[in-house]
């Protein structure tokens, strides 16, 4: 990536960004299966918009928090296979901001350049 986009990349990474009510995914690879595993975790916003455990209440950890189980998994060989299943699905979709689903596109490319790589995938 050129200097200018890096910068202006990280500049961006930087806004404050108003978190999806709907929940939020962590992105993985199964290398041995050959596909992209989303996780969806289903959260609630709190009255500041953090996310919240919907059990606890509790404020959701950024880094270092306790281990949680997913709502449920979506897994694809390629970026459009995982993209369509949580954006054009029939019933309630996990994906509720125009914004996250952008996001969700990007990471979901790079998980499958990683995998066609066959190279570790780290998410933003």
């Known amino acids: 990536m050129a ?3 890096s910068t202006l990349d990280d500049q961006l990474s930087q806004r404050f960004i108003e978190l999806d009510p709907s929940g939020y995914f962590l992105i993985k690879l199964d290398i041995e299966a050959g596909e992209i595993i989303a996780e969806h975790y289903s959260n609630d916003l709190d009255e ?3 996310a919240t455990d919907p059990e ?17 998994s979506f897994r694809g060989r ?10 054009e699905a029939d019933g309630t979709l996990p994906v509720s901001r125009l914004d996250h689903a952008l ?17 570790a995938y780290t998410q933003d």
Do not use: D, W
């Open 3 to 5: 200097e200018g986009t």
């Open 48 to 50: 500041r918009g953090r």
């Open 56 to 72: 606890t209440g509790e404020v959701l950890a950024c880094r270092g928090g306790g281990p949680r189980s997913p709502s449920t």
């Open 78 to 87: 390629t970026a459009k296979e995982l993209g369509i299943a949580l954006t």
């Open 103 to 119: 996001y969700l596109g990007r990471e979901l490319q790079k998980a499958e350049a990683c995998l066609k790589a066959g190279v």
